[in-house]
Each structure stands twice: as C-alpha cells, then as structure tokens.
C-alpha cells in the first residue's frame, strides 16, 4: 500500500513541479488590442542602471527584449514556466527551470501555491525525505518592473529627441500609413502587369521556295515577364532613432516602387528559328517591348531551304525489247516481245552515283508487264541526292543526271542484252 501511494505522490508532484512549455507571449495585463497594422518595435536595454531604447526596426526578434512602440507590448514569451528549482538544480538540470533571463523581466522562483505545496509535502513525506530536493518552482514574467523600465525608456526617448508624446504616435501612425501606401502601390502594380501583348508575324520568302507552307508562327516566340519580389521579401529596416528610421523606411520604399514600376513596364521577348525542318531562316524580334503596347512585330525571313532524297517522279527508258518505268518508288517491266524474258541485274543511276540489284533472275512473260523491283531493294547515296542552301534562282541552274541499266536475257535467242539511258534533270522540276 505505501509503494503505491509513493508512485502516485510522485507522479502528482511530477506533473505539478517540472517545467512546462510556454505557450504564448501574451500577458493578460498588457493590450493585446492592434491599433495599426504595421508597427515599428524598439529594443529595451539597461544601461547605466537605466533603461533605454537602443535601436529601433521595422522588425522585432522574438529571444531579444524587442518592444511593440504602439502598445508597449513585449514581443518575447512572457507565459509561466512551471519547473522545479533547489538542490535538484545540481543533480538533474533536465527538470530544472531553462527560461530565466534578467534581460526579458522572466525572473525564477520557488512556487508555494496551495496546490504544489500539497503534493511537495506529501512526496517528501512518502519519499522518506528524498523529494526535498524537488521544490516547487517557476518562472514568471514580471510586469511591473518590465512597466517601469518601458515607461522609463519612452520618457528619456521624447526627452532625447525633443518630442512630444503626440509627436511619437504621429511617427508611429506615419509609419503605418507608409508602410499601407506601399502595400497598395505593389499590389495594384502587380495586379496589373500581364503579358497581354500579341505579337505580329510578317514573313518575307527571300528563297522563291517556301511556297504557302503552314507555320505555327506562336511557337517560335515567347513572351514573358520580369521577375518581381514578393511583399513578403522586403528587408527590415533598423536605425538609431525614430526620425532616422522612418526616413530609411521612406527612401526603401521609393526605391522598391521605383525598381518595381521599372521592372513591370516591359517584359521580354525570345524568338526562336529552329523549329522548321529543313528551312534556312531567322526569326527577328525585339528583346523588350513594352507591357502597355498591344502588339509588336516579329519578321521571318526564309533564305534557303535544303532538300532531301530528291528523286524524279517518273522515268521512262526502253529499247526494241523492253521498256522500264520508274513511278518515284517502284520500278515497272514491260516486255515488248512474244518471248520470256528474264531479267538478271538492274542499277539505278542517281548524280553520278550507281546501285546495283544483281541475280534478281525474274521472268517476265511475253507482252506482259509487271512490277518487278523497288527503290528499298536498291542501297542508294542518299547524300548525293541531297542538296542545302537552295533557291529558286540556284535550283533553276542545278541539272542532275538519273538513269537506268538493266540487263535481261530474251529466252529464244538465249542472248543478253543491256538497256542503258540516263536523262538530265533542272532541280527545279524535281522539288
């Protein structure tokens, strides 16, 4: 029975006696109420067994004694840390108080309210002693010496700086009226900066070939804005006196509405010219233009284009026995006489360039025609039939040379024979 009612006296005095967390920096004796919305803090110090404000910011650091100058507010945790002070404190630092600092008014104590003064009896009662060493403790924010050392700070600085109490809250109420036009400005100017602008295309066909191919004009530029801070980004502002720091505060934010204004009159503009396979040409477009125009122009110029695989769409090439004819991708054999014909071996002449089918063996029968083989059984230099940087004008006075060998067997005379004719071709009927 004792070992039962000393672990519930311990667990009692545990939850009563070791530090808990701080939850809040609100103390229920100083306003909460928000006059503006943007605030101006200064930092409370002692100095020379006075205190002062020694620097002045826009913005506050929540572990140093920064002061909200519109309601006097401190800007740290003041909410009370339950804990357990005494010999303990040299035995086991874990559960002692961690939150004292002469700086921030959180002064530590021992606790004797009723309830932990109960259980603290009680332990040390069932402990036989041993709880002695866990008193009660805590650390409490002391307003009326952070009251003091606040009233004593503001009333040297209106003494410093020759103002009035009216005066003070005047730059107060003008920081906060600075701090909204800005807010303000950005959003309206942000709002209002888009990339509405539409380009417009003019093309000029400097080669005579590009015919009325279709182009999606849109891909080949991009419009886009300039980057602008976030509201959220401005940096602080800090200064040894009000008047100074509202003047920093005014100059930053000049600037920030200048380089802003600057920044969202213009936007910017790519052009791209390599999205056209086989055309030679320059996309021309401004770098900039402004966001308040509606259009802009964007030139596109073709100056070549390059052909591949450029092959005849029709040949026709015969002799007394047969005749050949070439559609562009296949190859037709008419025989001409009342014999088989059998045709061993066929090459295929393109710009001085020549590929053989050979052993083909195929029969043709008397006074038929068929199809009897395809340019994809040929191995072609396809580069020699390739040709870059052409105009009308130079395709005009390109000429190139295709043709036809065969040779075939007419079965009667058992004789082979050879049907050999190239033609000249202009370029310019080819493509």
Not at 181 to 188: A, F, G, I, R, V
Not at 344 to 368: G, M, T
Request: glycine share 4%; hydrophobic share 35%.
């Amino acid at each position: 029975m004792k070992r039962e009612l000393l672990i519930a006296s311990l667990m009692f005095v545990t939850a009563c006696s070791t530090n808990s967390p701080i939850k809040s920096n609100n103390s229920p004796s100083v306003s909460n109420s928000k006059i503006f919305e943007y605030d101006l803090y200064g930092k409370l110090e002692k100095i020379d067994n006075s205190y002062e404000f020694t620097k002045f910011s826009t913005l506050f650091n929540e572990y140093e004694p920064w002061v909200n100058l519109t309601t006097m507010q401190p800007m740290w945790n003041v909410a009370q840390e339950d804990c357990t002070t005494g010999l303990v404190e040299i035995t086991n630092k874990s559960i002692t108080c961690q939150t004292q600092d002469e700086r921030l008014f959180r002064e530590k104590g021992v606790d004797l309210s009723a309830k932990k003064t109960a259980g603290y009896v009680l332990f040390t009662a069932m402990s036989l002693g041993v709880g002695a060493a866990l008193t009660p403790g805590a650390v409490k924010f002391n307003e009326d010496s952070y009251q003091n050392a606040v009233n004593e700070a503001k009333n040297k600085l209106l003494d410093i700086d020759k103002i009035t109490d009216f005066s003070y809250k005047q730059i107060l109420e003008e920081y906060n009226s600075e701090m909204l036009s800005l807010k303000t400005n950005y959003n309206e100017t942000v709002t209002a900066y888009k990339a509405n602008i539409k380009p417009t295309f003019k093309l000029t066909d400097k080669s005579g070939l590009f015919g009325k191919r279709n182009i999606n004009y849109n891909n080949h530029v991009s419009i886009t804005k300039n980057k602008t801070f976030s509201f959220e980004s401005i940096q602080p502002v800090s200064a040894n006196s009000l008047d100074a720091l509202l003047f920093l505060t005014k100059n930053r934010n000049s600037d920030l509405i200048n380089g802003l204004e600057k920044s969202t009159s213009d936007l910017n503009v790519a052009c791209v010219s390599n999205k056209l396979k086989n055309v030679n040409y320059t996309v021309q477009c401004p770098s900039k233009v402004k966001a308040s125009d509606k259009d802009f122009n964007v030139n596109f110029t073709i100056h070549s284009i390059n052909y591949e695989k450029v092959l005849p769409k029709s040949m026709i090439f015969e002799d007394g026995k047969v005749k050949v004819t070439f559609d562009g991708h296949n190859f037709h054999i008419q025989n001409k006489t009342e014999s088989y014909i059998t045709i061993n071996s066929l090459s295929f002449y393109h710009n001085s360039r020549i590929a053989s089918f050979s052993k083909l063996d195929y029969e043709v029968s008397p006074l038929a025609e068929s199809v009897f083989s395809s340019l994809n059984n040929l191995t072609l230099n396809y580069r020699a039939i390739e040709f870059s940087n052409i105009t009308k004008s130079k395709a005009q006075k390109k000429s190139i040379k295709y043709g036809i060998a065969l040779k075939y067997k007419v079965i009667n005379t058992n004789q082979e024979k050879t049907l050999f004719k190239t033609k000249p071709y202009i370029l310019s009927n080819l493509i």
